[in-house]
């Protein structure tokens, strides 16, 4: 049987469904860890199949370090503006900006490789995939330029 306070637990961590996590808890015996990792693997497979989406909104997301020397902007590209415009989608791109800001990618694919800045156990990339199986789209990183004075 599932416990309400694990649903409610995986939810504040993942963001992902109610019915997803239920169904994860299921299949893990009631374990939170074995059904973290269950909606990590299933997380990876909803992106993939989302990966070939045309990306045609999005937003521009900013940051500028607390110093005024480094700044960022990138353009974060998405399915819909209903998505484009939700809490979430924002924080994505900002925290790709603030990545950007302290890591100095060359390019977008040296960026996706690089250890996410606030959890090296995580690459941008398996971050922008926990978003994709939140948001239910395809997400993708269109272009960034950064400067330092």
């Known amino acids: 049987m599932v416990k309400i306070e694990d649903l409610k637990k ?3 961590i993942t963001g992902v469904s109610m019915d997803a996590i ?5 299949e893990a015996g009631g374990e939170i860890e074995k059904a973290m ?19 045609g909104e ?3 997301s900013s940051y500028i370090h607390a ?7 990138v353009k974060l590209l998405c399915e819909t ?3 484009a ?10 925290e ?3 990545h950007i800001a302290a890591m100095n990618p060359e390019n977008v694919e040296e960026l996706v490789a690089q250890s996410y800045v606030r959890n090296q156990d995580q690459t941008i990339d398996q971050l922008m995939k926990d978003y994709i199986s939140k948001l239910g789209e395809n997400i993708q990183i269109g272009e960034f330029c950064r400067f330092e004075i």
């Not at 239920?22 to 299921?26: I, M, N, Q």
């Not at 110093?67 to 902007?73: F, L, P």
């Not at 415009?85 to 900002?94: D, I, N, P, S, Y």
């Open 10 to 12: 995986i939810r504040e």
């Open 81 to 83: 503006d209903f998505v």
């Open 22 to 26: 239920r169904k994860a808890l299921e």
């Open 85 to 94: 415009r939700t809490e979430q989608f924002k924080e994505l791109g900002h």
């Open 37 to 55: 990792g269950l909606l990590k693997e299933r997380g990876a497979l909803v992106a993939a199949k989302k990966a070939g989406r045309q990306t």
């Open 58 to 60: 999005g937003i521009v």
């Open 67 to 73: 110093n005024g020397k480094v700044g960022v902007m």
């Open 96 to 98: 790709i900006a603030m």
